[in-house]
């Protein structure tokens, strides 16, 4: 298996996920030229069969793993938007002003104006990634333990409690059902808890 992987990592694949080049679909044998595409001949199990892949590849990752990867993608994010907005700005303060319209759009350069929208963007995503990645994390890192001190301290408690209310409410309703309601309910004292 090892050498497997080392090999698909050497080949430029994703280790662990098998391309099988063999297969055929429908729509790999027309032509694209000249002919239209039957959306009827192609069935689609190309597409569950990668996708039950990378689902079977991707439920073997850990909360950590996909949390140190929406941190990492953040960064790349981050790192992004703040040279495409350095950028951006530098175009903006690069035109020319002073000459009219005519200056204008002799000194605008519309790829690295475009540049301040896209940092922006790119920013926006980083602190979605960053927001993702503190959710992962920290859920993973302290809810098990919260769960269970919210079970210790409440539900066990409250279950106690109601343990018996419960019980007598079955009572009654198997009584009502069964259709003798003759006897008298049966109360059940509950303990006081300090």
């Known amino acids: 298996m090892a050498s497997e992987v080392e090999s698909q990592a050497v080949q430029g694949q994703t280790p662990g996920l098998t391309t099988d080049t063999s297969r ?67 175009a903006l303060r690069a035109l020319d002003w002073q000459h009219g319209w005519a200056g204008l759009r002799e000194s605008a350069e519309a790829t690295e104006l475009l540049k301040v929208p896209a940092g922006a963007v790119q ?22 333990a919260a769960v269970e001190k919210i079970n210790e301290k409440i539900v066990k408690p409250l279950s106690e409690r109601t343990a018996p209310l419960i019980a007598q409410g079955r009572e009654k309703l198997l009584s009502l059902a069964s259709g003798s309601s003759a006897e008298p309910p049966v109360v059940v004292e509950q303990e006081e808890t300090p």
Not at 31 to 60: H, K, M, R, Y
Not at 127 to 143: D, E, P, R
């Open 123 to 144: 920013l926006f995503l980083a602190a979605i990634l960053f927001g993702l990645f503190y959710a992962i994390f920290y859920t993973a890192k302290f809810g098990p």
């Open 24 to 90: 055929s679909s429908a729509v790999e044998e027309q032509d694209f030229a000249g002919s239209a595409i039957d959306p009827e001949a192609n069935d689609g199990s190309v597409f569950f069969e990668v996708a039950n892949q990378v689902g079977s590849e991707l439920s073997t990752l850990s909360p950590y793993d996909v949390a140190g990867g929406m941190r990492q993608l953040g960064g790349q994010f981050k790192e992004k938007g703040r040279k495409n907005l350095a950028d951006g700005t530098q």
